[in-house]
């Protein structure tokens, strides 16, 4: 066992493939941008920023022996995100996530190949089980199984935080909301796990309030342009984004669920739910401003720098 506290990691990780379009997009035609490979999956994103933000973090995932897998081990050793509990599979093709993204950075189309995330069962969770209860947090993604999801929550002894990842993968934790700790769903998944179409701030705390009543203890619930809905200990609150000039949206809603992490493991006095929100809005803010899924420049300075704008807000 560790000397040391650190957090856990369930879930996918991938070879992402970005098409970044320029200053005009075109629907079913070529655009001209820029086409770039880095590493992905909502897990590893969220590993990754972890160790940006200095918390000790080992990823519990799967990889191919194929030249992608080479590439994930590589560049993982080189983020400090430690695979010890990882497994290689022989013969399997490694996880690859295809996306393209318009001229203000949304993304218009994406296909995953994540077939390898089935290996991630109960039995390869039973082998690590003991290490994952000796952790401060355990972190999972929607794309481990059903089933495993289900085991984990029924044996796993420390506070689970979950990111449902999709509307298709939110089904997955249905089951056992009850038992998260911290879930980070946005509007769609929201909605489908609850039954409330959300269409404004009104409607999103309805859905909140559902999610807090079927058993969890924090939701935070991102509302994309508008901000994120916060709830915890009886209370509600929303945090409005920072302004930022967008490049690329994918992947500030694991940079937010990393921060909301970081936020619980370094401040283990507990900070007020509203300055939590602000710290995951700062950090997604970062993040959106690069064409990567994680920001090279993340970091706790550049974080708790960009968070005071909100007090300079106050202060106006």
Same mark, same amino acid.
């Given at each position: 066992m560790k000397d040391e506290r650190y957090v856990v990691v369930v879930g996918g990780m991938n070879v992402d493939i970005a098409g970044l379009c320029g200053d005009v997009f075109r629907e079913k035609d070529s655009n001209m941008g820029c086409i770039q490979m880095t590493l992905g999956g909502v897990g590893q994103n969220i590993a990754q920023n972890l160790t940006l933000l200095h918390v000790p973090t080992y990823f519990i995932g799967v990889y191919g022996d194929d030249c992608f897998g080479g590439i994930l081990v590589t560049k993982c050793k080189e983020f400090g995100i430690s695979l010890d509990y990882s497994q290689c599979i022989h013969g399997a093709k490694s996880s690859s996530y295809l996306y393209v993204t318009d001229d203000k950075g949304e993304m218009v189309a994406a296909v995953n190949d994540m077939k390898i995330t089935e290996n991630l069962t109960p039995e390869f969770l039973r082998d690590r089980i003991d290490f994952i209860n000796q952790a401060?947090?355990?972190?999972v993604d929607g794309n481990v199984p059903q089933e495993s999801i289900e085991w984990l929550a029924d044996h796993c002894a420390v506070p689970i935080f979950a990111d449902p990842v999709s509307v298709m993968k939110?089904?997955?934790?249905?089951?056992?909301?009850?038992?998260?700790?911290?879930?980070?769903?946005? +509007?769609?998944? @929201?909605?489908?796990?609850?039954?409330?179409?959300?269409?404004? +701030?009104?409607? @999103?705390?309805?859905?909140?309030?559902i999610l807090v009543k079927k058993g969890m203890k924090h939701v935070f619930l991102s509302l994309g342009a508008n901000g994120m809905l916060c709830a915890g200990n009886g209370e509600v609150c929303k945090v409005d984004p920072l302004p930022t000039d967008v490049v690329s949206v994918n992947g500030a809603g694991d940079c937010s669920m990393a921060t909301i992490i970081w936020a619980r493991f370094a401040y283990q006095d507990g900070l007020p739910l509203k300055r939590i929100g602000q710290l995951a809005q700062a950090a997604s803010s970062l993040t959106v401003e690069v064409p990567q899924s994680v920001s090279p420049g993340l970091s706790v300075e550049t974080v708790l720098e960009r968070s005071r704008l909100y007090q300079s807000e106050v202060a106006t």
């Open positions: 401060a947090a355990c972190v939110a089904g997955r934790f249905e089951g056992v909301l009850d038992r998260i700790d911290t879930f980070k769903p946005n +509007e769609l998944e @929201a909605g489908y796990l609850t039954g409330v179409k959300i269409v404004d +701030e009104e409607t @999103a705390r309805e859905a909140v309030e």
